[in-house]
Nanobody, 129 residues
Framework: QVQLVESGGGSVQAGGSLRLSCVAS????????MGWFRQAPGKEREGVAV???????TYTDSVKGRFTSSKDYAKNTLYLQMNSLKPEDTAMYYC???????????????????????WGKGTLVTISS
């Protein structure tokens, strides 16, 4: 059974940093489409950083230059390093995986079309001004 468990959320002031972790289990942690998503109150869920099978990552424009996602294959863990945080980054953050592979921006496109297969329960990030 595939499980994704996020952690690392919290409350910080604007300009601060957080690192989110997503530990995956129940499948072979390889190069499937995998990424971070967030949903703020009253807003639709959006893709934040989606990792493609070729090692590239697609970021939403609002986090480019501030957020970095990476994988640790030895620990079956996906990370999201978030720097220069802003109040508008406040949201519940989720990691998700699609049991498929793709290069370039394929995985991000798949994610925008609702193609992720498994989701974690989320971790809350709150940024105060």
């Amino acid at each position: 059974q595939v499980q994704l468990v996020e952690s690392g959320g919290g409350s910080v002031q604007a300009g601060g940093s957080l690192r989110l972790s997503c530990v995956a289990s129940g499948y072979t942690f390889g190069d499937y489409c995998m990424g971070w998503f967030r949903q703020a109150p009253g807003k639709e869920r959006e893709g934040v950083a989606v990792l493609n099978s070729d090692g590239s990552t697609t970021y939403t424009d609002s986090v480019k230059g501030r957020f970095t996602s990476s994988k640790d294959y030895a620990k079956n863990t996906l990370y999201l390093q978030m720097n220069s945080l802003k109040p508008e980054d406040t949201a519940m953050y989720y990691c998700a995986i699609a049991m498929t592979e793709g290069s370039g921006g394929y995985c991000y496109l798949l994610a925008t079309e609702g193609g992720m297969d498994y989701w974690g329960k989320g971790t809350l990030v709150t940024i105060s001004s």
